[in-house]
């Protein structure tokens, strides 16, 4: 298979805010259930091994007109929790049978107890991770609430999820994480024959596919990127940050990309990533979540640093190891946690004389060119300038 007819269907699943593909995988066995979750990270394992679909909702972009939800939250906070709703409440996610609201921020789990009160019928869970990092203490917290989770998603379809179960589902995911890892892998090395709007998409269409099928469409595209010889340009290559939670429009992706950058990392859709290596799947699998989310996992600034030395280090081995010249902060207007962590990150970059720049963007952002402008001057003072 060619290119191109991979991010064609990327595409039309992007584009479907009424999770076609969703009500088709649930109407080909009888009986099966979807569960939505929120971004940034929820263990997806434990919702696959109770034979469910985990669903990733990502917001309404910029396809969906809010006329409701901005009824039900003020103005000054992210645009995802009001789109969400306007989902929600115009029917677009009845098809699926829960929903999870991981710990990002006070809005969302605001957003948690809303549809508790809105959507009596459904299941709704409010997921929350460790804020200390000891084994023995934010661990074992984290194990219970894994723990309470698998209990309801057993009673949900109707028996005990097993730790054979999950350690299946452990395996599944691991292969998952390992085709997204080429992924990134492959666009480091050349970033001019895997766009980054074709990885966005890629990355988007494993929010509503089952994760063995989008394992296979990720190593499809990396069979067929190479079939193509695509031209080379000396673009500036750059780290995107901040937007690890309500998601970029694609134009802004497409933007950044004809302003002279490549995006050679980013933190879109961390769960697809969350956890930074496999995990054990021949052991007490709530445990070795727990130990894979405390010690090996992603850093943002949704996540507590235990250290202030702690502070930056993800960054700045992102911006080694991919080989990047420069850093773009991208967040969401009125993303508390981005907004708040952005001038620490910022005097380290300057500390290692690492070139940035910064601007916000909503999910709906339609007035491309002033991003286009300000990410291609910061391109052109990279190779103008730079020492990076």
């Not at 990502?58 to 989902?87: H, K």
């Not at 677009?92 to 957003?111: A, E, K, Q």
């Not at 193509?228 to 992706?253: H, M, W, Y």
């Not at 302003?259 to 799947?281: E, I, N």
Request: proline share 6%; glycine share 6%.
């Amino acid at each position: 298979m060619s290119v191109q007819p991979i991010v064609e269907r990327c595409q039309q699943l992007f584009d479907d805010l009424d999770l076609t593909a969703v009500k088709a995988w649930k109407a080909a066995v009888p009986g099966r259930k979807a569960i939505g979750y929120l971004p940034i990270y929820v263990p997806r394992e434990l919702v696959h091994a109770a034979g469910m679909l985990p669903v990733g909702i990502l917001g309404g972009g910029d396809n969906l007109e809010v006329i409701q939800g901005d009824a039900y939250y003020q103005s000054y906070i992210c645009r995802i929790p009001r789109s969400t709703l306007e989902l929600g409440l115009t029917g677009r996610l009845d098809c699926l049978d829960g929903m999870l609201f991981p710990s990002i921020c006070d809005v969302i789990r605001n957003l948690s107890g809303m549809w508790q009160i809105m959507f009596k019928d459904k299941y709704v869970k409010y997921l929350d991770v460790p804020q200390n990092y000891v084994d023995s203490i934010g661990g074992n917290f984290y194990i219970q609430e894994m723990q309470a989770l698998r209990e309801d998603l057993g009673k949900l379809r109707g028996s005990p999820i097993t730790d054979a179960e999950l350690n299946a589902s452990i395996a599944v995911y691991n292969d998952n994480r390992a085709a997204v890892r080429d992924l990134y892998a492959y666009r480091a090395a050349q970033p001019w024959q895997a766009p980054t709007s074709e990885i966005y998409l890629l990355l988007r269409a494993g929010m509503v596919l089952p994760p063995e099928e989008h394992t296979a469409l990720v190593r499809e595209y990396l069979a067929a990127a190479d079939t193509v010889q695509r031209t080379k340009r000396d673009n500036a290559r750059v780290v995107l940050t901040g937007s690890f939670c309500e998601q970029p429009p694609l134009a802004l992706i497409k933007s950044i990309e004809m302003s002279g950058c490549y995006v050679v990392d980013d933190d879109f859709m961390l769960v697809t990533r969350w956890l930074l290596d496999d995990v054990p799947a021949d052991a007490d699998p709530l445990d070795e979540l727990s130990k894979a989310f405390l010690h090996r996992s992603a850093s943002t600034a949704a996540k507590y640093d235990a250290t202030r030395a702690e502070k930056g280090v993800f960054l700045l081995k992102q911006v080694k190891t991919r080989g990047a010249e420069g850093v773009v902060f991208a967040a969401p207007s009125f993303c508390d946690p981005a907004l708040l962590e952005r001038p620490m990150l910022q005097d380290i970059l300057k500390d290692h004389k690492v070139p940035y720049t910064a601007f916000k963007y909503a999910e709906n952002t339609g007035q491309m060119a002033p991003i286009r402008e300000q990410a291609g001057t910061f391109a052109d003072s990279i190779k103008l300038w730079s020492d990076a």
